[in-house]
């Protein structure tokens, strides 16, 4: 607190104060600028799907200072699997809506949510429940992408693995890119998070599995850079992933970061993962992208605040 205090100042304090204690304890969503703090590195909040992705996000400065009027933002959650959001293995549609929401609250012209799927198109919208929960906003928002003259060649400066790659070119487009995955288990790479989930982004994802896959990953996420990453955790699928059906945590919880090596790194220590704990260096394409500069894997040296709403 400032060492003086006007009367209005106090009154205004006070007054906010009283409402998150009431939102807290009866689990009513806060409006954005009581939790528009920012100067975090890491922001997570405790809670139901909407409600929890519109604090983290709140805490991270508010979606106006990732997204401002007139730009074009895309949105890259989960939904590639043919299964129900109790699965884990899709972002929760709340989180995707909540986000897309507050895109255009910000000003957003243009909002496209993308995945390249590995089912069958239709069926991932629907089971995944996407399409559905987003529809009120705009029901062409969301959009699964399969068509090879819907990307554009890319090559990728400095890499270990994979030196180019077609990328859709709607997101090579657009002014803001938001990861929005879900916390899940994978057989090939460990976990699959933030940074994993931009193969979603690309249009030959198999060609990544057969070189080495954790430095392909991190040469892919040295060209697709998340303005802002939303990890859900509400449910995480702590095996049997990245399809499932495998154990389905049950967290409540959204992190949300600048940084997706940060958010990865944390969302790897804060769950459990195969029955057992791990830290952030031990999953290698972490390890990885932190060696290379992409972003910061010590976690317990990062700014970090949770809120439960």
Same mark, same amino acid.
């Given at each position: 607190?400032?060492?003086?205090?006007?009367?209005?100042?106090?009154?205004?304090?006070?007054?906010?104060?009283?409402?998150?204690?009431?939102?807290?304890?009866?689990?009513?969503?806060?409006?954005?600028?009581?939790?528009?703090?920012?100067?975090?590195?890491?922001?997570?909040?405790?809670?139901?799907?909407?409600?929890?992705?519109?604090?983290?996000?709140?805490?991270?400065?508010?979606?106006?200072?990732?997204?401002?009027?007139?730009?074009?933002?895309?949105?890259?959650?989960?939904?590639?699997? !043919?299964?129900?959001?109790?699965? %884990? #293995?899709?972002?929760? /549609? *709340?989180? &995707?809506?909540?986000? @897309?929401?507050?895109?255009?609250?910000?000003?957003?012209?243009?909002?496209?949510?993308?995945?390249?799927?590995?089912?069958?198109?239709?069926?991932?919208?629907?089971?995944?429940?996407?399409?559905?929960?987003?529809?009120?906003?705009?029901?062409?928002?969301?959009?699964?992408?399969?068509?090879?003259?819907?990307?554009?060649?890319?090559?990728?400066?400095?890499?270990?693995?994979?030196?180019?790659?077609?990328?859709?070119?709607?997101?090579?487009?657009?002014?803001?890119?938001?990861?929005?995955?879900?916390?899940?288990?994978?057989?090939?790479?460990?976990?699959?998070?933030?940074?994993?989930?931009?193969?979603?982004?690309?249009?030959?994802?198999?060609?990544?599995?057969?070189?080495?896959?954790? !430095?392909?990953?991190?040469?892919? %996420? #040295?060209?697709?850079? /998340? *303005?802002? &990453?939303?990890?859900? @955790?509400?449910?995480?699928?702590?095996?049997?992933?990245?399809?499932?059906?495998?154990?389905?945590?049950?967290?409540?919880?959204?992190?949300?970061?600048?940084?997706?090596?940060?958010?990865?790194?944390?969302?790897?220590?804060?769950?459990?993962?195969?029955?057992?704990?791990?830290?952030?260096?031990?999953?290698?394409?972490?390890?990885?992208?932190?060696?290379?500069?992409?972003?910061?894997?010590?976690?317990?040296?990062?700014?970090?605040?949770?809120?439960?709403?």
């Amino acid at each position: 607190m400032p060492s003086q205090w006007t009367r209005r100042q106090f009154l205004k304090y006070q007054f906010q104060g009283m409402l998150a204690m009431s939102a807290v304890t009866s689990g009513l969503l806060l409006p954005d600028r009581l939790w528009a703090e920012g100067g975090y590195d890491i922001a997570v909040a405790k809670g139901a799907a909407a409600a929890a992705t519109r604090a983290a996000v709140g805490l991270m400065g508010g979606m106006n200072a990732f997204v401002k009027p007139g730009q074009r933002v895309v949105i890259k959650p989960n939904m590639s699997f !043919t299964s129900p959001p109790e699965r %884990a #293995s899709n972002t929760h /549609p *709340d989180v &995707v809506r909540e986000l @897309a929401a507050m895109c255009k609250e910000a000003g957003a012209t243009r909002i496209m949510i993308l995945d390249n799927p590995l089912g069958p198109s239709e069926m991932c919208l629907e089971l995944s429940g996407v399409k559905d929960a987003c529809a009120g906003i705009d029901d062409k928002m969301v959009q699964m992408v399969r068509r090879p003259s819907l990307f554009k060649q890319v090559r990728i400066p400095n890499a270990g693995a994979l030196d180019e790659t077609d990328v859709m070119k709607d997101v090579l487009k657009a002014d803001v890119l938001i990861a929005a995955p879900v916390a899940k288990s994978h057989s090939g790479a460990g976990v699959s998070l933030s940074m994993k989930g931009m193969m979603g982004l690309i249009y030959d994802r198999g060609i990544m599995h057969g070189m080495d896959l954790h !430095t392909a990953i991190v040469d892919l %996420a #040295s060209i697709l850079k /998340p *303005d802002l &990453v939303v990890i859900d @955790a509400t449910r995480v699928l702590s095996t049997g992933g990245p399809g499932g059906p495998g154990r389905v945590l049950k967290p409540d919880t959204v992190i949300a970061a600048k940084d997706m090596v940060a958010a990865d790194a944390y969302a790897v220590s804060a769950f459990e993962w195969y029955g057992r704990r791990f830290k952030p260096r031990q999953v290698r394409y972490i390890r990885e992208a932190h060696a290379r500069g992409l972003g910061r894997m010590d976690v317990e040296n990062l700014s970090v605040k949770s809120v439960r709403v």
